[in-house]
């Protein structure tokens, strides 16, 4: 079964840094893309990054584009958020997805649970 | 970037009937657009995929059709436990845009 797990979530003051991370099991981690999507509270789904299976490639949302960082270490099996310069519209719940294949552009077959980023004063 | 535009943005319908949800894009992106649901308080989850590919284990109620720029997801009889909100996502290229969604609620 496949489990994604994030973690790093919390308060965090507006212009500050916080690291996401998503523990995957039940499938072999190098072989699929993976991507973080977000929610902020009440709206719909943004999607933000997604990384291939070798790191080999990034994508970002320009709303993210050059304040976010998108990593992976895939001997743990980890997934990583860097996220840089928040502002008060970053708050959000933050999703790990898993992607279809080892190529970025495909769909996301599964989710985590997500954890809260609250950017506030 | 290519946008995607979802419509109705809501919906109130009858056990039974046929509900029809739509998504363009604002550029052709063949058949690269997938449908989520996402139940409230719950994790959003891959309905169709490739545009009219059923994710395994979904029921044969729903189906999605289209490619290009216009796309449809159909809920052939609408049941109580399809209330949610309706996603469409394109993944041809990034960003991977999602629409705005698609709250369905039973009338």
């Known amino acids: 079964e496949v489990q994604l797990v994030e973690s790093g979530g919390g308060l965090v003051q507006p212009g500050r840094s916080l690291r996401l991370s998503c523990a995957a099991s039940?499938?072999?981690?190098?072989?699929?893309?993976m991507h973080w999507v977000r929610q902020a509270p009440g709206k719909g789904l943004e999607w933000v990054s997604g990384i291939s299976w070798n790191s080999g490639s990034t994508v970002y949302a320009d709303s993210v584009k050059g304040r976010f960082t998108i990593s992976r270490d895939n001997a743990k099996n980890s997934l990583y958020l860097q996220m840089n310069s928040l502002r008060t519209e970053d708050t959000a719940l933050y999703y790990c997805?898993?992607?279809?294949?080892?190529?970025?552009?495909?769909?996301?077959?599964?989710w985590g649970q997500g954890t809260l980023v609250t950017v506030s004063s | 970037d290519i946008q995607m535009t979802q419509s109705p943005s809501s919906l109130s319908a009858s056990i039974g009937d046929r509900v029809t949800i739509t998504c363009r894009a604002s550029?052709?992106?063949?058949?690269?657009l997938a449908w989520y649901q996402q139940k409230p308080g719950k994790v959003p989850k891959l309905l169709i995929y490739?545009?009219?590919t059923l994710q395994s284990g979904v029921p044969s109620r729903f189906s999605g059709s289209g490619s290009g720029t216009d796309f449809t997801l159909t809920i052939s009889s609408l049941q109580p436990e399809d209330v949610a909100t309706y996603y469409c996502?394109?993944?041809?290229?990034?960003?991977?845009?999602f629409g705005g969604g698609t709250k369905v609620q039973i009338k």
């Open positions: 039940g499938f072999t981690f190098d072989d699929y893309a």
């Open positions: 996502q394109k993944y041809n290229s990034a960003p991977l845009t």
């Open positions: 997805a898993k992607g279809g294949s080892i190529t970025i552009f495909g769909v996301l077959k599964d």
């Open positions: 550029q052709g992106i063949s058949h690269y």
């Open positions: 490739a545009a009219s």
